[in-house]
């Protein structure tokens, strides 16, 4: 497995506080099955700011002692970038990092509601070639009040990352419950961990597609699976099972209205 979304780096947010911690993290991941682990720290949420070159430099740093330590777990660079009005021109600066090299970038929305003119930014950074990914958007109030509100940013270009604890009731029924109608609609396209700690948010990755298998199908858990590769590989994401089933009652739908006729 692939997590795209973690604070494994030490020292830099509100993850893991020190090598130890980063360290317990690797291992509980490496039991649960995952190979890769892209780290991103929060960048510009009004706390903390982690710069490209510094977040690459940790991240260099980190493979070094988990090899050291032989820990069978490889950590790649990325952030979790708030929206925020500067973020066009910082990506300009190269103070910004996408996950893993990739075309695709991690984003987070406020809590409370979708920043004015985020379709606008979403197509922005289209422009870029890059590949916006919404970060856990089943954790935010207006999205969560209107998820046809994420599918029309979805439409616009971008991806959303559901958080592992959102869809085993971590964060409460009614997340749960966001998390589930988003997948459902065809509005998820990655599963992350959002993994923080051991023990005060682990990655619970294996649990979530399991979840997944059994209450969707593994139709679905292979597409969430292939979405997370397809990240480290960076190329474009599948058909999900929303479309394809939407696809195909369309097109029972026109061949029903002509062989009626």
């Given amino acids: 497995m692939i997590d795209i979304h973690t604070h494994i ?18 291992r509980a991941a490496c039991s649960e099955g995952i190979t890769t682990i892209i780290a991103t720290p929060h960048h510009a949420n009004g706390t903390y700011t982690n710069l490209a070159i510094d977040v690459a430099k940790h991240t260099l740093t980190v493979n070094e002692r988990l090899r050291a330590e032989g820990v069978p777990v490889t950590v790649a660079a990325g952030q979790e970038i708030r929206v925020h009005d500067d973020l066009l021109d910082a990506w300009n600066r190269k103070e910004l990092l996408s996950l893993a090299g990739s075309r695709y970038v991690l984003l987070e929305m406020p809590s409370s509601r979708i920043p004015k003119g985020m379709e606008e930014l979403v197509h922005e950074l289209g422009i870029l070639k890059l590949k916006p990914i919404i ?3 089943e954790r935010n109030a207006e999205v ?40 459902k609609k065809g509005c998820i396209h990655i599963v992350s961990s959002d993994a923080h700690h051991i023990e005060r948010r682990g990655f619970r990755m294996g649990e979530a597609y399991a979840a997944v298998e059994r209450t969707l199908g593994e139709q679905w858990k292979n597409y969430l699976l292939d979405n997370a590769r397809a990240v480290l590989e960076d190329r474009p994401f599948g ?7 939407a696809s195909e009652g369309a097109v029972r739908r026109v061949l029903s209205y002509f062989f009626k006729r």
């Fill in 9 to 26: 780096l030490p020292g830099l947010d509100d993850g893991a506080a020190d090598f130890n911690d980063t360290l317990d993290m690797a």
């Fill in 135 to 137: 970060a856990h958007p």
């Fill in 144 to 183: 969560v009040q209107h998820p046809e509100r994420l599918a029309e940013l979805v439409e616009a270009g971008a991806f959303a990352q559901v958080t592992t604890h959102s869809l085993l009731g971590g964060f409460g029924r009614k997340i749960e419950q966001s998390a589930w109608t988003l997948l």
């Fill in 239 to 245: 058909v999900g099972p929303a479309a394809a089933a």
